[in-house]
């Protein structure tokens, strides 16, 4: 029965390595009743990207109850909470175009089904100081926020006790040694004020205009501060529809104007979070971010017919290696 139920990859991650936390006891509950859970060690990578992999598990997350250890406050925490199924259902059967289908016309995404076979996905939880802790789904280069969670401090002396002798038991740590690295990696101004921040969204799209009329759009793929990844392909990458999208943190943008592989370019438009967060809140409505490209394959950027400078901006010659891979997956 259970090679017959959906298959996820779990990952935990962590802003910053300071913020580095470890699980003692963890479950993912599941719809099946099955027994799912995180993998071991302590958090890594990135917010929203932990850089590793680990063992598939089976069955469909609708929750997680997790006790874990704040090394940089030495607390112990407890997160106990329920996903929305409906939710998790529908993104369960899902498949995120990866490059344009050649069999048919593109879509955003497919309902093949929970029990697909494909490339697997991650589902991603990721732990901000002071025991905010954000779920996402990652379906290969598309990465979508489930929700913003809070632990709870545990208080009581007698669980505590019982949580850290298993924590010193579990990670081969002397008494002597979670003392000194209690002191050691103390913080005291840790806050998730910063990553709270980036939960915020705003009613925008990304939309190219171009001065030569040979040009042919392929892609753009946004990262957002708040950890998620939007790609878009023919045909709906022509005309994006606006909705509540966070702050981008990076746009790349694939097009063409030939048939040969020398006339595709790729722009990468890099972003500063407080600049665009401020100019986002002051325009309201719906925004257009216009990714202007010249004759000469230049680009420049706007924010709703106006000059808006980004971080960066570079444009290179095409390279096939970003659009590699399958052309879908999904969590199975």
């Not at 910053?16 to 936390?21: Q, S, V």
């Not at 799912?36 to 850089?51: C, E, I, Q, V």
């Not at 632990?151 to 990670?171: G, H, P, Q, R």
Request: hydrophobic share 30%; charged share 30%; with cysteine.
């Amino acid at each position: 029965m259970k090679k017959n139920l959906p298959e996820f990859y779990v990952e935990i991650s962590a802003p910053d390595n300071k913020y580095r936390i470890t699980p003692i006891y963890d479950t993912i509950k599941t719809l099946e009743g099955v027994y799912a859970g995180l993998p071991y060690g302590s958090s890594s990578g990135r917010w929203g990207d932990s850089g590793s992999t680990w063992t598939a598990q089976r069955g469909t997350p609708i929750g997680a109850d997790i006790t874990y250890y704040s090394r940089y406050e030495d607390v112990f925490y407890r997160l106990n909470v329920d996903f929305p199924i409906d939710t998790i259902k529908d993104y369960m059967e899902r498949a995120y175009a990866r490059i344009d289908d050649e069999n048919g016309k593109t879509q955003e995404y497919k309902k093949l089904g929970r029990g697909h076979e494909s490339s697997s996905g991650n589902s991603y939880d990721s732990f901000a100081p002071k025991g905010m802790v954000v779920v996402w789904f990652n379906f290969g280069i598309t990465r979508i926020e489930l929700g913003r969670y809070q632990a709870e401090i545990l208080s009581d002396t007698v669980i505590i006790e019982k949580i850290k002798k298993k924590y010193l038991k579990k990670y081969g740590l002397t008494s002597e040694r979670y003392d000194e690295a209690a002191k050691e990696y103390f913080l005291t101004d840790a806050s998730p004020q910063k990553w709270d921040n980036y939960c915020s969204r705003h009613h925008w799209r990304p939309i190219i205009i171009s001065e030569n009329p040979k040009t042919e759009l392929i892609q753009i793929q946004t990262s957002f501060y708040n950890g998620e990844i939007e790609c878009m392909l023919r045909p709906w990458v022509i005309d994006p529809v606006y909705k509540e999208r966070a702050v981008p943190s990076e746009i790349n943008v694939v097009w063409m104007t030939g048939k040969k592989d020398e006339d595709k370019k790729q722009a990468y438009l890099y972003f500063n979070w407080e600049k665009v967060n401020e100019v986002f809140k002051k325009s309201g409505g719906k925004i257009d971010l216009q990714i202007k490209i010249s004759k000469e394959n230049n680009v420049e950027l706007m924010l709703n017919g106006q000059p808006f400078e980004a971080e960066s901006i570079r444009v290179f010659d095409w390279s096939p290696s970003m659009l590699s891979g399958m052309m879908y997956k999904n969590i199975k």
